[in-house]
């Protein structure tokens, strides 16, 4: 349908009128011009309509075809009985999906016919206006005084005359005009019977969807709200109901009274038994073939952990290859039965197929029994539900049977859990008995009355169950491939190039330093599985909802506004996925472009031979990248969530009139952070300020942490810091002028005392943990006489050490300088002071001299 309607538009654009003419020199010329347009037109309008021809009745047969389907279609859905749900569901899918592809597909008749009249009207316009060329060949029988317009003016004299040339131009572009435009109107003829006829077919299939949707509500009630009889009042009357599946097993599968051959009933069900069998055998053949050759041929798969799990990696193999063999067998059929129940079979082995490959990569091989083992209840009864969906079975006949069938195999379900417990891994526990819950809750329901709600959530758990095995197997893949791969990548790139800065935080710790290398594998294990992982939760409700062939009704759940506020927001389960799918997205993205910024950002001061002797300042533009892109991620957020630029703005101008005088002091601290951010502090600076020193660990927009020698965490506001003379200490070179006095007796040969301190203090150089120099090389080592003190010579020791450095090593130099001097015999003295006692005189000796006073 859409290929014939993509040629038709090229068609009808070639047969369209494109002639046209501009200004020429002259009238006759224009005409000479035109005629050989028209002309032109002609001959490719009149091949152009044989190959149109063509295709209508191609196109006519394909009309036949969907009248036919549709006539089909009507006559399934109007027989289906109301107690036959998955017949019946399968009616209305297939009604809705024509109906869907009709609409999709349809022709835009109108667009076209209005094409069509456009260019009749012009055609029209041309030939009256080639008529009324004098000599005019318009006739007026009413309106004689028009008759005279063309031919006399006031004076009597005719305006003017084609000539003979100019008039047979005349006659052959009207010939050319009247037939292009008779061509024309036929085909426009065709078009309006061709929309008539399908005005009529869509008519009809509108009918047959919207008694087909109606269907479907009455499905959706019957699962979801009204149900059934419980299990109990089935067994009380249970002879009556046993007779009652009887009846519709032989109405459903026994061989028609009336002998006509039925695509959909007997035999069939047979056949597709040993079709199913054939090819099952098939792919286990071929599967241990192919197992056995890998542990022949391949030294690495004959190690004993391999051997025990070379029975999972059959059955694994061989639910591979028999999803593949059905896949091609499909190709050659042609048996609507076989067509669905094959679709069906393909995607349970591809669900098997990646429970056992999960298996594989993530249990050892003493667990792989254990772990098929509690797995196997889940996987047969979904095989059974399957089953179901493929014949069609009766309702009556499931309301029967799948209680007692689920009840059995949830306590077998709880047994292999309590006997194989121990010998499985914790996540492949914790599934499990999630599983036990969900098989308890369907049985809880199948047992009230609810029974194909309890098909469909168990269903839904299974698909769910294969995402969750497969998106955990995907981490461990990645986990391996890192350690065993992605690690000897990295070592081999630092062993020929250089290192950049190892004090760049590692990749796993957020920032990425590998980046160069790690890009696509983080951009997998970061973006890719975790928006899977999101996502995998509604696509597996969609999946199990198509066991009923009730995904249009998902998707219209899905995307239903619950929360639709007028200027407010409007929300639904796709829109609240989709927003945090994108969360991981762009949380990638924020990871990413720091990466890379630190990548290049630190390449370029190599390549500039710049010396990176310390930690270099990413504080503002990390902060600044993680605004930019979560800034983004929210107004995607917004514009999704249909939030308006009103409420917005009104939200904004109310924060900020009733909470911006609340704010001031946070506004205040978010300045001055942006200020020590671009470069008056970095985080690793050491800071010294109101006697308190120490090592600047975070610079946040509030405030200032700082990591003391001790260990204390000492935070200060960011307005406090910035108004009060701080000391940066490594702002510079990463260096502190140190000053250790010294006191030798006096008398002492200072030029010798000189000699031997510089040269113990030299002989402790040292290399840091990054290969720097504890004690700066471009500013020596000096002592210097100080002053004359009380008792002693006052000496200093001056150097320039590394701040983090300075008091590990202010010790070291000064028990350095005190073994030098004992050694040596020199002197460091004490301090030295003359005490005089003074005798003070008894109380008599005062009374007598102040008698002798008076």
């Known amino acids: 349908m859409k290929k014939y309607f993509i040629t038709l538009i090229l068609l009808l654009l070639c047969i369209l009128p494109?002639?046209?003419?501009?200004?020429?020199?002259?009238?006759?010329?224009?005409?000479?011009?035109?005629r050989a347009e028209l002309q032109g037109r002609y001959t490719e309008q009149k091949q152009m309509l044989s190959r149109l021809s063509l295709m209508n009745e191609r196109q006519h047969e394909k009309m036949i075809a969907i009248m036919q389907k549709s006539d089909e279609i009507g006559l399934m859905l109007y027989s289906q009985k109301q107690d036959y749900?998955?017949?019946?569901?399968?009616?209305?899918?297939?009604?809705?999906?024509?109906?869907?592809?009709?609409?999709?597909?349809?022709?835009?008749?109108?667009?076209?016919?209005?094409?069509?009249?456009?260019n009749i009207t012009r055609y029209t316009g041309l030939i009256e206006t080639l008529k009324q060329l004098p000599p005019s060949l318009v006739k007026h029988h009413h309106h004689r005084h028009h008759n005279k317009r063309w031919t006399k003016l006031h004076d009597g004299k005719m305006p003017f005359l084609l000539n003979k040339a100019g008039q047979g131009d005349r006659a052959a572009c009207l010939k050319y005009a009247l037939a292009l435009r008779y061509r024309m109107v036929q085909l426009r003829d065709i078009i309006i019977r061709d929309n008539?006829?399908?005005?009529?077919?869509?008519?009809?299939?509108?009918?047959?969807?919207?008694?087909?949707?109606?269907?479907?509500?009455?499905?959706?009630?019957?699962?979801?709200?009204?149900?059934?009889?419980?299990?109990?009042?089935?067994?009380?009357?249970?002879?009556?109901?046993?007779?009652?599946?009887?009846?519709?097993?032989?109405?459903?599968?026994?061989?028609?009274?009336?002998?006509?051959?039925?695509e959909w009933r007997g035999p069939i069900v047979i056949g597709l038994v040993i079709f199913v069998i054939f090819y099952f055998v098939l792919a286990t053949i071929l599967s241990n073939v192919i197992v056995r050759v890998l542990i022949r041929k391949v030294k690495r798969f004959q190690t004993s952990e391999f051997k025990k799990k070379k029975a999972c990696l059959i059955m694994a193999a061989d639910a591979l290859l028999f999803a593949i063999s059905i896949m091609i067998a499909r190709l050659f059929l042609n048996h609507n039965f076989f067509i669905m129940a094959s679709g069906l079979l393909v995607e349970y082995a591809w669900l098997l197929a990646a429970i056992f490959v999960s298996l594989l990569v993530r249990l050892k091989g003493d667990q792989i029994k254990s772990g098929f083992r509690i797995y196997f209840p889940i996987i047969l009864v979904g095989f059974l539900v399957i089953a179901f969906r493929i014949i069609f079975i009766p309702n009556n006949l499931v309301n029967l049977i799948f209680p007692p069938i689920l009840l059995a195999f949830t306590l077998w379900q709880w047994n292999v859990i309590m006997r194989h417990h121990n010998n499985v891994a914790r996540s492949d526990m914790f599934y499990t008995w999630v599983s036990l819950a969900v098989m308890v809750l369907s049985c809880i329901f199948a047992w009230s009355g609810y029974v194909l709600l309890s098909v469909q959530i168990f269903i839904w758990w299974l698909f769910q169950l294969t995402?969750?095995?497969?998106?955990?197997?995907?981490?461990?893949?990645?986990?391996?491939?890192?350690?065993?791969?992605?690690?000897?990548?990295?070592?081999?790139?630092y062993a020929s190039h250089a290192p950049r800065v190892k004090t760049v935080p590692s990749r796993k710790s957020g920032r990425g330093n590998d980046i160069q290398i790690t890009w696509f594998f983080d951009l997998i294990s970061m973006a890719v599985v975790p928006v899977a992982s999101v996502l995998s939760?509604?696509?597996?409700?969609?999946?199990?909802?198509?066991?009923?062939?009730?995904?249009?009704?998902?998707?219209?759940?899905?995307?239903?506004?619950?929360?639709?506020?007028?200027?407010?927001?409007?929300?639904?389960?796709?829109?609240?996925?989709?927003?945090?799918?994108?969360?991981?997205?762009?949380?990638?993205?924020?990871?990413?472009?720091?990466?890379?910024y630190h990548y290049y950002k630190l390449a370029d001061l190599k390549r500039r031979h710049i010396s990176i002797d310390r930690q270099v300042n990413f504080t503002l533009p990390n902060n600044l990248i993680a605004i930019v892109v979560w800034g983004a991620y929210f107004i995607f957020a917004l514009i999704l969530l249909r939030v308006p630029k009103s409420g917005i703005s009104i939200v904004t101008a109310g924060l900020a009139t009733g909470v911006g005088f609340a704010m001031k002091d946070l506004l205040e601290n978010f300045f001055y952070g942006i200020s020590l951010m671009a470069g008056r502090v970095?985080?690793?600076?050491?800071?010294?300020?109101?006697?308190?020193?120490?090592?600047?660990?975070?610079?946040?927009?509030?405030?200032?942490?700082?990591?003391?020698?001790?260990?204390?965490?000492?935070?200060?506001?960011?307005?406090?810091?910035?108004?009060?003379?701080?000391?940066?200490?490594?702002?510079?070179?990463?260096?502190?002028?140190?000053?250790?006095?010294?006191?030798?007796?006096?008398?002492?040969?200072?030029?010798?005392?000189?000699?031997?301190?510089?040269?113990?203090?030299?002989?402790l150089q040292e290399k840091d943990s990054r290969g720097r120099d504890v004690i700066s090389t471009k500013h020596p080592t000096s002592v210097i006489f100080d002053s004359f003190g009380d008792n002693c010579v006052n000496l200093?020791?001056?150097?320039?050490?590394?701040?983090?450095?300075?008091?590990?090593?202010?010790?070291?130099?000064?028990?350095?300088?005190?073994?030098?001097?004992?050694?040596?015999?020199?002197?460091?003295?004490?301090?030295?002071?003359?005490?005089?006692?003074?005798?003070?005189?008894?109380q008599t000796e005062i009374k007598s001299n102040n008698e002798k006073g008076k």
């Open 85 to 118: 749900t998955f017949d019946l569901t399968y009616a209305c899918h297939e009604a809705t999906e024509q109906y869907r592809r009709f609409n999709e597909n349809r022709l835009p008749y109108d667009e076209i016919l209005q094409r069509i009249n456009t």
């Open 682 to 763: 970095r985080v690793g600076d050491y800071i010294e300020c109101d006697g308190i020193r120490g090592k600047v660990d975070s610079i946040t927009y509030q405030s200032t942490q700082i990591e003391t020698a001790d260990g204390s965490i000492i935070a200060f506001l960011n307005n406090s810091l910035f108004n009060k003379n701080f000391k940066n200490l490594t702002r510079n070179h990463s260096y502190e002028l140190d000053k250790i006095p010294i006191g030798v007796a006096y008398g002492v040969n200072i030029e010798k005392v000189r000699e031997l301190l510089l040269n113990a203090v030299n002989a």
């Open 537 to 596: 939760v509604l696509f597996c409700i969609w999946w199990a909802a198509d066991i009923f062939d009730l995904t249009d009704t998902c998707l219209y759940i899905f995307k239903y506004p619950f929360v639709d506020v007028k200027n407010v927001c409007q929300l639904s389960l796709s829109k609240i996925v989709l927003v945090a799918g994108m969360f991981f997205i762009f949380k990638y993205i924020n990871y990413a472009t720091k990466a890379f």
């Open 796 to 842: 200093s020791i001056l150097f320039w050490v590394l701040v983090p450095e300075k008091i590990r090593f202010t010790g070291k130099v000064q028990e350095a300088v005190y073994n030098t001097l004992n050694k040596n015999h020199i002197e460091i003295p004490y301090p030295q002071r003359d005490v005089y006692i003074r005798k003070l005189p008894d």
């Open 196 to 262: 008539d006829n399908y005005n009529r077919i869509a008519s009809k299939l509108k009918e047959t969807n919207d008694y087909a949707l109606k269907c479907y509500r009455d499905i959706q009630n019957s699962i979801f709200v009204n149900g059934d009889d419980s299990y109990f009042e089935i067994l009380k009357k249970f002879g009556r109901n046993v007779k009652q599946v009887k009846s519709d097993m032989s109405d459903k599968y026994a061989t028609n009274h009336y002998h006509v051959h039925s």
């Open 18 to 34: 494109s002639e046209a003419v501009l200004k020429e020199q002259n009238l006759p010329q224009t005409l000479s011009v035109l």
């Open 467 to 493: 995402a969750i095995q497969t998106i955990t197997c995907c981490y461990d893949l990645l986990n391996m491939y890192e350690s065993k791969v992605l690690s000897k990548r990295i070592k081999r790139y």
